[in-house]
């Protein structure tokens, strides 16, 4: 072959391969981007079913302990699922403006929720004490034993002890020293509990700590993503508010569920219900909001619906002991 004619040959070779390499580059590119879409398009779906199920649970069952642990359950499948897609899949574009500081700013929220979950763990503790005194009242109360005046007297001072540890932060700062001055005087002085004392076996915050102000530093600065930001992060910028929002709102539902300190619904929280879940979550936003607004709740500690049993059982047997005390000082003047 004349050399000539070899070197076209080969250049039209070396054109082919680079076409050829360019054509493969493309078509790389384009399959990673559908598979990419795809991907989030599957995370966003997962957390649209989760939250319609949630949604799904009636009155009774809503804000109960065993949808509160759905809720849990649902909040660590999503953020399961979020740390694959961002840490796993996709590490390369975290550490890329404006995708890195995205991923700080939910980094901070999750700190901040932290603070919430401590709370939380002090109000279920709470609850805890609350369970053991009502068991008190209720061995009390046994019918296979007579209910004698020391019996009487130690169920009226447990009911006392439930009652003052019921009390929503707001009402005990205001009527402690009157209810303390009631016991003392109903019970005598020895080996009392003081409110301050039983109030600090509750909280391990400190006194100044507010739950309502911990979700609204949660809160500050969400919002959608903008256009040019989905684009610049491939889309990842999605995930992010979407587990931000669901983030918050989590720590919003266990702050109206179970006692804290300082608690408050009254968070700006509103999700375009353009995303799939977006629908659901505003819904049970409401309801819970709703559920909050009911005459018999308004001045309860919690909504957990257990924390409603609770304190309609302490009004039930404090009618009770009333209703005995009265016939005691009836039998009493008779005789």
Known sequence: MPATEYQRSFGRTLLNLRRDSVHSVAESSTTE??????????FQRRVAERFVDL???????????????????????????????????????????????????????????????????DGVERIRQWQKLIEIVVCAFDRTRPLGEGTFRRAKKTLIDLAIGMLDDKDASSSSS????????????????TIGHFRSLSWSVSRSWSASKQLQALGNGLAPPRAGDVTATSGLAVPVYTMASVLLFVMWA????????????????????????????????????EESRKRER???????KEINQIERSSRLMGSWLILFSFRCRRRRRLE
């Open 178 to 193: 009157v209810t303390q001055q009631h016991r003392n005087r109903s019970f005598g002085r020895n080996k009392e509990k």
């Open 33 to 42: 981007s559908t598979q990419m879409e795809a991907e989030l398009e599957s």
């Open 254 to 289: 266990l702050v109206a569920a179970i006692p804290c300190q300082d608690r408050g619904l009254q968070v700006h929280f509103n999700v375009p219900r353009s995303f799939q879940w977006g629908g659901s979550l505003m819904s049970l936003h409401d309801r819970i909001i």
């Open 298 to 304: 308004r001045n309860s500690c919690g909504l957990l």
């Open 55 to 121: 949604n799904a649970s009636t009155s009774e069952d809503l804000l109960s302990l065993e949808w509160v642990g759905k809720l849990l359950e649902s909040f660590l499948l999503c953020q399961e699922e979020f740390r694959v897609i961002i840490v796993s899949n996709h590490r390369e574009l975290v550490a890329k403006p404006p995708m890195d500081r995205m991923v700080s700013e939910y980094f901070d929220r999750s700190v901040k929720a932290l603070d919430v979950c401590n709370a939380i763990r």
